[in-house]
């Protein structure tokens, strides 16, 4: 379900196993459906089309968290990998973050938004400068306004979903906590790279992550075995961190494989997308370790796609273009990793 570049390379990983990749999604042109054995164009809120499609499938998976959940009811739940409870949590960022927090981890300082009134009330809570954030739909920095000021406020009008607020958070980097999760209940994971975003969206990932990274690696991962305990769940996960003086603190979770382990595919013995596809189809997970000292991986946004040649001259560049028609301002287009 999605017809993304996440699904695209989940696609390439499954054909690589033999697998035949259906594509469900409302977007008439799919980057996916271009590398799939079948392409469903409907509605999420079209349970029959639903029905018949999962009817069609061995397995049903998911490349963004923000598929409607209701719908889903029309896809049998043993179908499902991960399952829908990931999806609840993860598309509510008031929901996602008590969930983290029942579990000992230690989000960033929030308070719950329903009102005008409350939002004053949140600030007077949580603390000036913050981000105001929807509770929802929101990813790549879109739906989050800073606030610095009291005056900034003024004309915020809270939507019927409801906003939250967020401290800032004080920190020396951030990292990504990037786990599979098997049928059987083990689970491995990938090396923390330290991920460097600009406006609010990923720019890099590079490893080694910074020495503060790795003493906090450990307690980042024993909370993200909880969460994926807690969910049942089967897949790639990816946590988001802060490494801050005080230790990791959770920034937000997706219940998907993840943009911060593209490079995966030639840093490491087994991608996030290849382990994804062999742990919902019941198949031994493969090796995590990463294969050398240093990788990167570098996001190309907008036209940063255009000159290929240019981007092949380093002959350790490894380029995946996503085949998208359009190059926007903001809109992922590829990346390229380097190893070694």
């Not at 961190?241 to 840093?267: I, K, L």
Request: some cysteine.
């Amino acid at each position: 379900m999605g017809g993304g570049q996440l699904g695209r390379m989940i696609a390439m990983a499954a054909a690589q196993l033999g697998y035949r990749c259906h594509i469900y999604a409302p977007e008439k042109h799919s980057i996916a459906a271009e590398v799939s054995a079948g392409f469903t164009c409907a509605s999420w809120l079209d349970q029959a089309a639903l029905s018949e499609f999962a009817q069609n499938c061995a397995v049903v998976t998911y490349e963004f968290e923000n598929v409607p959940v209701a719908p889903l009811a029309a896809i049998p739940e043993d179908r499902m990998a991960p399952g829908k409870l990931a999806l609840e949590i993860a598309q509510d960022r008031l929901k996602e973050k008590q969930f983290i927090a029942d579990l000992g981890g230690r989000p960033a300082p929030y308070a719950r938004v329903d009102t005008e009134e409350g939002l004053r009330d949140a600030v007077e809570q949580v603390g000036m400068p913050g981000i105001l954030k929807t509770r929802r739909d929101g990813y790549d920095g879109k739906g989050q306004w800073r606030i610095h000021s009291l005056s900034e406020m003024d004309g915020v009008r809270v939507p019927q979903g409801g906003l939250i607020y967020e401290g800032f958070v004080r920190f020396e980097a951030e990292f990504s906590v990037i786990l599979v999760r098997a049928r059987d209940g083990s689970v491995k994971f990938w090396d923390s790279a330290q991920n460097i975003h600009k406006n609010g969206i990923l720019a890099e990932s590079r490893l080694p992550a910074p020495k503060l990274v790795g003493e906090q690696v450990e307690e980042a991962r024993e909370l993200a075995r909880q969460a994926a305990d807690a969910l049942n769940y089967v897949g790639v996960l990816a946590l988001e961190f802060f490494a801050t003086a005080e230790g990791p603190v959770f920034n937000e979770m997706a219940p998907r494989v993840h943009n911060s382990g593209h490079w995966t595919s030639e840093g490491a013995v087994t991608s996030q997308f290849e382990n994804h596809v062999r742990a919902i189809c019941g198949l031994p997970l493969g090796d995590t370790s990463t294969v050398s000292t240093r990788v990167e991986m570098r996001n190309l946004i907008g036209g940063e796609a255009a000159d290929i040649a240019s981007l092949l001259a380093d002959p350790r560049a490894h380029l995946h273009l996503y085949g998208k028609a359009e190059a926007r301002e903001g809109r992922k287009m590829g990346h390229v990793t380097k190893v070694g």
